[in-house]
Nanobody
Framework: QVQVVESGGDLVQPGGSLRLSCATS????????MTWYRQAPEKQREFVAG???????RYADPVKGRFNISRNKAQTMTYLQMNNLRAEDTAVYYC?????????WGQGTQVTVSS
C-alpha cells in the first residue's frame, strides 16, 4: 500500500506564495504521473498541474505562469510552487500519483488566499 501526504497549505495574502509538497511512503514505486488537483467549496475537483514521464509538465490555464510543478529524482515526491496567489486559488489541494495501473490520492491540504 502507498500513503500520500500533502503539506504546505496555509493562509496567505493575495500576491503571496506557497510551496506545497506531496510525499509518498509505503510500497516503493516510481510514480510516472504526479498531479495536483484542487477543490474549492461547492465546486468540482479540478486539474491544476501535472508532471509525467521524462518531466513533461502541463498546467491548467488559470495557473499558467504562476504555478510550477516539480518532483524529486526518485519520482516519490512532487512539489507545487504557487506564486502571485489570488483569492480564486483558495481550495483544498490534492495530490494524485500513478504507477502503471495503480492510483493513489492524498487527503488534501488547505490553501486560503485572503487579506
Amino acid at each position: 500500500q502507498v500513503q500520500v501526504v500533502e503539506s504546505g497549505g496555509d493562509l496567505v495574502q493575495p500576491g503571496g506564495s506557497l510551496r506545497l509538497s506531496c510525499a509518498t511512503s509505503g510500497r516503493r514505486l516510481a510514480f510516472n504521473a504526479m498531479t495536483w488537483y484542487r477543490q474549492a467549496p461547492e465546486k468540482q475537483r479540478e486539474f491544476v498541474a501535472g508532471i509525467v514521464g521524462g518531466g513533461i509538465t502541463r498546467y491548467a490555464d488559470p495557473v499558467k505562469g504562476r504555478f510550477n510543478i516539480s518532483r524529486n529524482k526518485a519520482q516519490t515526491m512532487t512539489y507545487l510552487q504557487m506564486n502571485n496567489l489570488r483569492a480564486e486559488d483558495t481550495a483544498v489541494y490534492y495530490c494524485n500519483v500513478r504507477s502503471g495501473g495503480l492510483e493513489y490520492w492524498g487527503q488534501g491540504t488547505q490553501v486560503t488566499v485572503s487579506s
